[in-house]
């Protein structure tokens, strides 16, 4: 058994569900900040799939296990793009959040510095 397969068949799974996750935000409310986060979740897909396509050797003009090749760049490029977009859509969505940034737990209001 190809134990490199099962390894990107594990990955997809997550990646996916945040693919799926992204989407129906996306399809509840089109922002700037949805829009990045589905995109960053595409890209982690992306490279799942990479990883996928190279532990069954499919496109072989990818040279997928070379540096300095294509199949490398597409999966640096995905992982990077996709490690940048989903967190930086989903803080700053959650941030702007309705009702403002959460408040502090009542069990730590009196550890607040600035109210004494």
Known sequence: MNIALVK?????????VLLCGSLMLLAKGRTVF???QALGAFCLVMVALTH????????????????????????????????????????????RAPGG????????RGFDRTSS
């Not at 190279?54 to 072989?60: H, S, V």
């Not at 940034?101 to 730590?108: D, E, F, G, S, V």
């Open 101 to 108: 940034p959460r408040q502090t737990p009542a069990i730590l």
């Open 34 to 36: 949805s829009i990045l």
């Open 8 to 16: 990107a068949m594990i990955a997809l799974v997550p990646t996916c």
């Open 52 to 95: 996928v396509a190279e532990a069954l050797r499919w496109f072989p003009s990818m040279r997928w296990r070379e540096g300095q090749s294509p199949g490398h760049f597409l999966d640096l490029a995905s992982a990077a793009l996709g490690l940048t977009l989903f967190p930086l859509g989903y803080f700053i969505q959650a941030l």
